[in-house]
């Protein structure tokens, strides 16, 4: 696979894509490898991952250099995905130390639980954040005693590769995690039918994500699911408008709006319409797109020429834009921030676009707002604004989405779960439990009789 700087247009590298066999062989090699990785004592694994973050943080500005180029990434925003690698390994290096069964009275004995790791794990990862969310998989499953195949997606592979040889360099066991680049339907579809991968960890659209659980119906396999979103950002008359509206950009247009979690539609109530669309024009026009070598970017291009298609087709000619930021001309696959003033019911106003396109979308009152922000398959994120405690509490019970934000457009942590409702997706990542959800719970009786 040849890959171009999304900048720049211009060649990166070629990237050898696997095959089956290569797949098959892996599997084999990190079925092996697991089992002596769980034989070791809780302490070493925690020693050799605290490694492995270690070795990471000394590489922050190599893995951001390679996000750039590879991804568009404007560079301050790579620095935080790879320094928030190290972070996420460092957070779940105290897991296996921490692996708590539990003790349960019971008649004539003695009744425990154990976490047991499951085995291999296969994890697909999208081309949007592909450091963060391929780390969200890798480091609770290595902490949970499994090992780990991985696959980057075709666009974006190439920090998967290098923290794959920086696992090795921090002296992690070798095969126990192996980075596997190719296509979704060659490799990604192995490890969905390959009988020695008993977990899946897939990121993606959700269209994917369907056919990626009916095929591990198929053996029965565990799988987890962070699909796509069209979260709302609610914004109330008693709000503070010139924060909600100053906020507003950064929560939709970083990383270009691809991000599941962008808050692609903004739902204002009606009496302040005007108001806040006086605020958020001067702060889209100030939003700044340019190189992702740049340190004051704020946004860079699009991931690709045919992903850029396909957020174009959502702005068609005649569409009703309300007004746009800037972008530069010349090679890139650039696209400016755009503000549209849809119906609630038009296509870009109810399908992911992944791009830096967001609708506005008046509202009458709460239970018009509940309505409009539950319409529809995902729910994923959001955010509440108004200065009304209670009305924040009962819209943030209120909405069906799984990460939601009072007077913030709050970022992913990684010490908080996340994950999405409906056909946003199936199971939680990060937060405390992540490692558990690599485990099988077994039961043990020890009779006293
Ligand atoms: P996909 O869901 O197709 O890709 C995600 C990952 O799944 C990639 O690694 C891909 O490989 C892999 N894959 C593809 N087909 C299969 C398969 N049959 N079995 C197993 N794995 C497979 O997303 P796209 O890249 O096609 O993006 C399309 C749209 O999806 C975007 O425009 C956006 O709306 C949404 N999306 C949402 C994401 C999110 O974070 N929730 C992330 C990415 C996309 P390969 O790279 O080879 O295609």
Same mark, same amino acid.
């Given at each position: ?13 070629? +990237? ?25 004592? %809780? ?20 893995? @951001? ?8 990434? %404007? ?18 290096? /105290? ?25 291999? +794990? ?50 992690? %066991? ?36 369907? $056919? ?8 029965? $396999? ?16 008693? @709000?503070?408008?010139?924060?909600? /509206? @100053? ?58 020429? @045919? ?11 005649? /569409? ?21 003033? %849809?119906?609630?019911?038009?296509? +870009? ?72 409702? $409906? ?27």
């Amino acid at each position: 696979m040849t890959l171009v700087n999304p900048a720049t247009g211009r060649f990166i590298t070629d +990237v050898e894509h696997s095959t089956i066999e290569r797949v098959d062989e892996a599997v084999a090699r990190a079925t092996v490898a697991q089992q002596a990785w769980a034989a070791l004592p %809780p302490a070493a694994r925690a020693a050799a991952l605290r490694r492995f973050a270690a070795v990471v943080g000394d590489h922050v500005e190599e893995l @951001a250099r390679l996000e750039v180029a590879n991804s568009g990434h %404007p560079i301050t925003q790579a620095r935080w995905e790879a320094g928030h690698v190290r972070d996420v390994l460092e957070y779940y290096s /105290a897991a296996p130390e921490r692996m708590l069964g539990a003790q349960i009275p019971v008649a004539g004995g003695i009744d425990v639980t154990f976490l047991e790791p499951i085995g291999v +794990v296969g994890i697909i990862v999208p081309w949007n954040f592909p450091m963060t969310i391929a780390s969200w998989g890798f480091a609770p499953a290595l902490a949970a005693g499994n090992a780990v195949v991985l696959k980057p997606a075709e666009w974006t592979p190439l920090t998967a590769i290098r923290l794959g040889e920086l696992a090795l360099e921090a002296g992690l %066991p070798e095969a126990l995690f192996q980075v596997l680049p190719g296509r979704g339907p060659v490799v990604g579809e192995r490890f969905v039918t390959h009988p020695g991968v008993r977990k899946i960890v897939f990121t993606g659209s959700t269209a994917t994500g369907k $056919k990626v659980m009916a095929g591990c119906a198929d053996q029965v $396999k565990a799988v987890t699911l962070e699909l796509g979103g069209k979260s709302a950002n609610v914004v109330f008359a008693d @709000a503070d408008l010139e924060r909600a /509206a @100053a906020s507003a950009p950064s929560a939709v247009f970083d990383n270009a709006g691809q991000d599941c979690c962008a808050r692609s539609r903004i739902l204002v109530e009606e009496s302040v319409l005007e108001k806040f669309l006086e605020l958020l024009e001067p702060a889209v026009q100030a939003f700044r797109v340019g190189s992702p070598d740049d340190e004051t970017t704020e946004m860079g291009p699009l991931v690709s020429a @045919a992903h850029r298609e396909k957020v174009r087709s959502y702005v068609p000619d005649g /569409a009703p834009v309300a007004f746009r930021g800037t972008a530069p001309d010349g090679p890139g696959f650039w696209f400016a921030p755009t503000v549209l003033l %849809p119906n609630r019911t038009d296509p +870009v106003a109810t399908e992911e676009v992944f791009g830096p396109v967001v609708s506005v979308l008046p509202f009458r009152d709460e239970a018009d707002a509940i309505a409009l922000a539950n319409a529809g398959d995902y729910g994923l994120a959001g955010s509440i604004w108004t200065q009304n405690l209670g009305r924040g509490i009962r819209m943030s019970r209120a909405i069906e989405s799984g990460n939601l934000s009072v007077n913030s457009n709050s970022a992913v942590r990684y010490s908080t779960p996340f994950g999405g409702f $409906k056909q946003s997706g199936l199971g939680r990542e990060l937060g405390p439990a992540a490692a558990e959800a690599f485990t099988e719970t077994k039961n043990v009786f020890i009779s006293t009789d």
